[in-house]
């Protein structure tokens, strides 16, 4: 039995229209399913949780990255609580919402009918779990992309338009200009796997299990979903023309290009604030989670995940 969360205030309340012809191919391919609707913020959290406990092992969020990770979560922490396993889970999303980075490293198609198609095919394949710990918050896990510095700012004043009614493609890039222009430093220590990657005074630090974040930027060129690791990019204090200059970079994965940046994959990466005006907001896939210090995971455990790559994209082999 396939269970179906349904986020009504994504995609500027089109949901429910758009949700409509996937859940009828359904019923006509004969798939098992129940549908439920989510009424308000972290809301989806609470049911995937719930819906853990009572059984279900296919779960699919239908809505953007905000619903992923509140689903994602909701099914871990229930793992981690319970000693229940994600590898006897399958995990997944029908994307209606107006980021929707997560299928862009999954290939889930951005159509619903299209990406309910997948469950048919038995497209799946594996993502890691990663777990975070801020401070302030109960911990939570990373499907795809987090951050602290230009990244959590970006995250509040774009999640701040969008509760505004704005839905513009570019208001990601409209937030990334705002932040560098108003942004703040931060002073920070870096530690990948119990090492200094860098201490200073730093404007962004993401972190990805996932490749893409902010509609389309590529801030960890290198991460897979799979391999086992997680990788983390660190911009120092730059002049901020040269910032600008090399904007266009974030969305051509060629950041590595920059010799200013730093970049690590490792098992755990921790930030800690080195000054109280330091402990910046720590972003989680597109959700405000919590302040510094905050500690990165990567757990032992893999969940399925419905996927529309094509079958000739090996999932990454190359598990330390």
Known sequence: ?????????????????????????????????????????????????????????????????????????????????????????????????????????????????????????????????????????????????????????VCRRVNSLK????????????????????????????????????SGEAYSIAVGNGKYSGGGMIQVPDAKMDDGLIDVTVVPVMKIRDILRHVPKLFTGELKLIPELKFAQCKTLEIRPLNDASRDMVEVDGELEGKLPVKFTMTDRQINILTGLPTSEEPSKERP
């Open 163 to 198: 509760e505004g009614g704005h839905r513009s493609k570019w208001i990601y890039l409209d937030a990334l200009r705002h932040s560098v222009m108003h942004g703040r430093r931060i002073d920070v220590e870096v530690i990948a796997d119990g090492q200094t990657l860098f």
């Open 1 to 153: 039995m396939w269970l179906f969360l349904v986020n009504p205030r994504a995609g500027s309340g089109k949901t429910v229209q758009e949700w409509i012809p996937a859940e009828m191919y359904l019923e006509d391919e004969g798939v098992r399913f129940e549908a439920a609707y989510t009424s308000h913020r972290k809301h989806a959290t609470t049911m995937a949780f719930d819906a853990a406990g009572d059984g279900f092992r296919k779960v699919v969020t239908v809505g953007g990255d905000g619903s992923v990770h509140e689903v994602f979560t909701g099914l871990m922490r229930w793992c981690e609580e319970n000693g229940g396993n994600p590898a006897d889970y399958i995990f997944g999303v029908v994307p209606i919402g107006s980021g929707n980075d997560w299928i862009k490293t999954t290939g889930i198609p951005h159509n619903p009918v299209e990406a309910v198609k997948l469950i048919s095919n038995k497209s799946f394949r594996k993502m890691d779990v990663v777990r975070v710990e801020a401070d302030g918050v109960p911990p939570c896990y990373m499907a795809n992309v987090a951050g602290v510095g230009f990244d959590s700012h």
